[in-house]
């Protein structure tokens, strides 16, 4: 492989959401204009991340009368108190600053008569988004001193002595082997998803609810380096339309559709309305007999049918298309609801990195932002552009402050990727392919570590059986053979979800109450435990995961890493 040696100030891995605002903010401050930034996506930044289909409405945002208080007591009681409220807080105050700047960029956002944005519930506010993603691309594009390398995978992190100096990439494209020295990485990669079993198979099995490309990378690297992660246990389920695999919220916030059983009973009020409790309510529904279950759409109005047609196609238009191939509006039948599979992402459950109210994680240097930093769930695409910001703010701040007059990637390490890299090419006897190693993880995870098969529950047997098996695969995994570098990036992303995969077990197995119903649902420990207000978090030492279990933050309180 040839070699290509860069070196930036600011190295943004993940061309997402945060990651396209983090390169903006760092740029806006003139201050910072003498920085170089280089941002590495492994698709394309117009259409990559979250956004990559378009999203119809802002789901974080401090509606008038509201506070980011308020906001911050909405995340915390859906996730049972388990959260950083000064993350939450930090994030909350930026969310009306983050949607005025998109729309200037150019979003559509629906005004009412008055001028004021169109609200969704208490929270949220619609928007034309289709191209939300291709208009922060846009923006970053036209940046000075800025490279962005799409197709580009980082595969992993360079760290010594706890500080991070860059990363290692692989040119899917071009088959080029890049080292990249920075002062300061910002890690912007996205949650998990393709961990479990999906809910079809075959050739839909990537019809889900987050995007299949997001396979944990940026938790693998900081895995892998010894940062220290937090809350993998609170996986989360998406409650979504049946078989296209849509999301629910525009039907329960823009029409008020109740969840009801297959005799019309409306059943979320029996179970609790918090997300994971919608899911629960839903799961037992069908395991008592009272299956199918819906989203009540049944006698809506002509004009409320045309509206949620053309919401769906900003962000879901196999939903469209459903109704239209049906011959039958929403008003006509009622939508019928499953959950998916579990993920592991930061941005609606609370997983990810452990970070300080910077975004710094435990390795210095590193920033974590959107869906990977942990401890602030309900971010939604605000949040995530919050955290962005100031993820961006911190790294400038850190570089000015320090100095890197040695800071490279070491040879040694360099020759050792470089290895590892030929062996896989050069793996002719391996007897398993990619495809087969990642059907047997889902198998794995699906069966054992609570997910569609077993209704999201498990117990400590069947995790220790989990991590056993998971085990033996990321062993097979080191054998596999890539005929070219597309098939070496299947190979990374398959061993960055083993790699998660086991942190989720051990987090899962850690604790030992359930706190969220189906997101953590485990039968050796059935109930709440109101004495088990920690969090659950983890380090790699000597190639096993500690647990780590650490006091709630308290209201007023704020977490900052001792050593910075």
């Given at each position: 492989?040839?070699?290509?040696?860069?070196?930036?100030?600011?190295?943004?891995?993940?061309?997402?959401?945060?990651?396209?605002?983090?390169?903006?903010?760092?740029?806006?401050?003139?201050?910072?204009?003498?920085?170089?930034?280089?941002?590495?996506?492994?698709?394309?930044?117009?259409?990559?991340g979250c956004l990559a289909a378009g999203v119809n409405a802002l789901n974080a945002y401090i509606t008038d009368g509201k506070t980011p208080s308020d906001y911050v007591n909405y995340a915390k009681n859906d996730a049972e108190e388990i959260v950083r409220g000064d993350l939450l807080l930090t994030m909350s105050?930026?969310?009306?600053?983050?949607?005025?700047?998109?729309?200037?960029?150019?979003?559509?956002?629906?005004?009412?008569?008055?001028?004021?944005?169109?609200?969704?519930?208490?929270?949220?506010?619609?928007?034309?988004?289709?191209?939300?993603?291709?208009?922060?691309?846009?923006?970053?594009?036209?940046?000075?001193?800025?490279?962005?390398?799409?197709?580009?995978?980082?595969?992993?992190?360079?760290?010594?002595?706890?500080?991070?100096?860059?990363?290692?990439?692989?040119?899917?494209?071009?088959?080029?082997?890049?080292?990249?020295?920075?002062?300061?990485?910002?890690?912007?990669?996205?949650?998990?998803?393709?961990?479990?079993?999906?809910?079809?198979?075959?050739?839909?099995r990537h019809k889900m609810w987050y995007p299949p490309f997001n396979t944990g990378a940026g938790y693998a690297m900081g895995i892998l380096n010894g940062a220290e992660m937090t809350t993998f246990e609170m996986r989360f389920i998406a409650l979504r339309c049946k078989d296209t695999i849509a999301p629910t919220?525009?039907?329960?916030?823009?029409?008020?559709?109740?969840?009801?059983?297959?005799?019309?009973?409306?059943?979320?009020?029996?179970?609790?309305?918090?997300?994971?409790?919608?899911?629960?309510?839903?799961?037992?529904?069908?395991?008592?007999?009272?299956?199918?279950?819906?989203?009540?759409?049944?006698?809506?109005?002509?004009?409320?049918?045309?509206?949620?047609?053309?919401?769906?196609?900003?962000?879901?238009?196999?939903?469209?298309?459903?109704?239209?191939?049906?011959?039958?509006?929403?008003?006509?039948?009622?939508?019928?609801?499953?959950?998916?599979?579990?993920?592991?992402?930061?941005?609606?459950?609370?997983?990810?990195?452990?970070?300080?109210?910077?975004?710094?994680?435990?390795?210095?240097?590193?920033?974590?932002?959107?869906?990977?930093?942990?401890?602030?769930?309900?971010?939604?695409?605000?949040?995530?552009?919050?955290?962005?910001?100031?993820?961006?703010?911190?790294?400038?701040?850190?570089?000015?402050?320090?100095?890197?007059?040695?800071?490279?990637?070491?040879?040694?390490?360099?020759?050792?990727?470089?290895?590892?890299?030929?062996?896989?090419?050069?793996?002719?006897?391996?007897?398993?392919?990619?495809?087969?190693?990642?059907?047997?993880?889902?198998?794995?995870?699906?069966?054992?570590?609570?997910?569609?098969?077993?209704?999201?529950?498990?117990?400590?047997?069947?995790?220790?059986?989990?991590?056993?098996?998971?085990?033996?695969?990321?062993?097979?995994?080191?054998?596999?053979?890539?005929?070219?570098f597309h098939e070496l990036m299947f190979i990374y992303e398959l061993r960055e979800r083993l790699i998660v995969c086991k942190s989720v077990i051990a987090h899962l197995k850690a604790r030992k109450e359930t706190r969220w119903h189906s997101f953590a649902e485990n039968l050796d420990y059935p109930n709440k435990?109101?004495?088990?207000?920690?969090?659950?978090?983890?380090?790699?030492?000597?190639?096993?995961?500690?647990?780590?279990?650490?006091?709630?933050?308290?209201?007023?309180?704020?977490?900052?890493?001792?050593?910075?």
């Amino acid at each position: 492989m040839n070699v290509k040696k860069l070196d930036t100030d600011i190295l943004i891995i993940g061309g997402g959401t945060a990651g396209c605002y983090a390169a903006l903010t760092v740029r806006e401050n003139k201050l910072n204009d003498n920085k170089k930034i280089i941002i590495c996506e492994k698709a394309n930044i117009k259409r990559s991340g979250c956004l990559a289909a378009g999203v119809n409405a802002l789901n974080a945002y401090i509606t008038d009368g509201k506070t980011p208080s308020d906001y911050v007591n909405y995340a915390k009681n859906d996730a049972e108190e388990i959260v950083r409220g000064d993350l939450l807080l930090t994030m909350s105050k930026r969310l009306n600053h983050v949607t005025e700047k998109l729309e200037k960029l150019g979003l559509v956002i629906l005004k009412d008569e008055n001028g004021k944005y169109v609200t969704r519930g208490n929270r949220n506010i619609k928007i034309n988004g289709e191209n939300i993603k291709p208009i922060l691309a846009n923006a970053v594009e036209k940046l000075d001193n800025t490279e962005i390398l799409n197709h580009v995978n980082v595969i992993d992190l360079s760290v010594k002595d706890g500080r991070v100096n860059g990363a290692f990439a692989i040119g899917i494209d071009n088959g080029l082997f890049y080292t990249i020295n920075a002062k300061a990485v910002i890690i912007a990669t996205g949650g998990a998803a393709g961990l479990y079993k999906p809910n079809n198979s075959g050739f839909s099995r990537h019809k889900m609810w987050y995007p299949p490309f997001n396979t944990g990378a940026g938790y693998a690297m900081g895995i892998l380096n010894g940062a220290e992660m937090t809350t993998f246990e609170m996986r989360f389920i998406a409650l979504r339309c049946k078989d296209t695999i849509a999301p629910t919220g525009t039907l329960a916030q823009g029409v008020f559709a109740k969840q009801i059983n297959s005799k019309g009973e409306v059943y979320e009020q029996k179970y609790g309305i918090t997300t994971s409790q919608r899911v629960y309510g839903t799961v037992n529904e069908n395991i008592n007999g009272n299956g199918p279950c819906y989203l009540k759409t049944l006698g809506i109005t002509d004009e409320q049918d045309e509206d949620l047609k053309k919401a769906y196609l900003n962000m879901a238009p196999s939903q469209t298309l459903k109704w239209i191939e049906s011959g039958k509006n929403p008003s006509q039948q009622n939508v019928e609801i499953e959950g998916t599979e579990p993920y592991i992402v930061g941005g609606h459950t609370a997983s990810g990195f452990w970070v300080d109210t910077n975004r710094q994680t435990t390795i210095k240097g590193l920033y974590a932002a959107g869906d990977v930093a942990g401890g602030a769930p309900q971010k939604y695409v605000t949040g995530a552009l919050a955290e962005g910001e100031i993820a961006a703010n911190a790294a400038a701040k850190y570089i000015d402050e320090n100095n890197f007059e040695n800071i490279t990637v070491d040879e040694q390490l360099i020759n050792e990727k470089l290895c590892q890299i030929k062996c896989f090419f050069e793996n002719n006897d391996s007897i398993y392919t990619y495809e087969q190693l990642e059907e047997a993880m889902q198998t794995v995870m699906d069966s054992y570590a609570g997910g569609i098969k077993t209704n999201y529950r498990f117990n400590e047997k069947s995790l220790d059986i989990a991590n056993e098996k998971i085990s033996m695969l990321y062993a097979l995994s080191e054998k596999l053979h890539a005929d070219d570098f597309h098939e070496l990036m299947f190979i990374y992303e398959l061993r960055e979800r083993l790699i998660v995969c086991k942190s989720v077990i051990a987090h899962l197995k850690a604790r030992k109450e359930t706190r969220w119903h189906s997101f953590a649902e485990n039968l050796d420990y059935p109930n709440k435990d109101k004495n088990f207000k920690k969090y659950v978090n983890s380090k790699l030492v000597n190639g096993e995961i500690k647990i780590i279990f650490r006091d709630l933050v308290k209201e007023g309180e704020t977490y900052e890493h001792k050593d910075k």
